[in-house]
């Protein structure tokens, strides 16, 4: 599978492709949403993996691109459980809520890959 990740935490993001990248699965990380459009013009994503925050402000443009191009890409959504959704957000299919930052497990990862 190949999964695109957007998130504003490099740290984060690129411990969770690891974690992805040894479960056999290519990834790509980004955290500017320009970036993130590039990505999606040029590669066709089984998953994107974005945080609530690249959502909220620039990610219903990502999340239109990914829809239109390849309707069978699977869009999940990271927030904190602080964060209120006040989006249409028909078009997602998941949306993890986070209690913490902290590693994610493998379950989580199986359930936003999957």
């Known amino acids: 599978m190949r999964i695109l990740i957007i998130h504003e935490d490099n740290v984060m993001a690129n411990e969770l492709a690891r974690q992805i990248t040894q479960m056999g699965h290519d990834v790509d990380v980004t955290s500017e949403h320009q970036t993130a459009l590039t990505h999606l013009k040029e590669q066709r994503y089984d998953t994107v993996i974005s945080e609530f925050w690249s959502f909220s402000i620039n990610g ?8 239109e191009s390849t309707p069978s890409t699977k869009i999940v959504i990271i927030r904190d459980r602080k964060q209120s959704v006040s989006h249409s957000l028909e078009l997602v299919d998941k ?20």
């Open 60 to 67: 219903m443009g990502i999340v239109y691109t990914v829809k």
């Open 95 to 114: 949306i993890i809520v986070r209690p913490s930052p902290r590693r994610f497990t493998q379950d989580e990862i199986k359930s936003m890959v999957f």
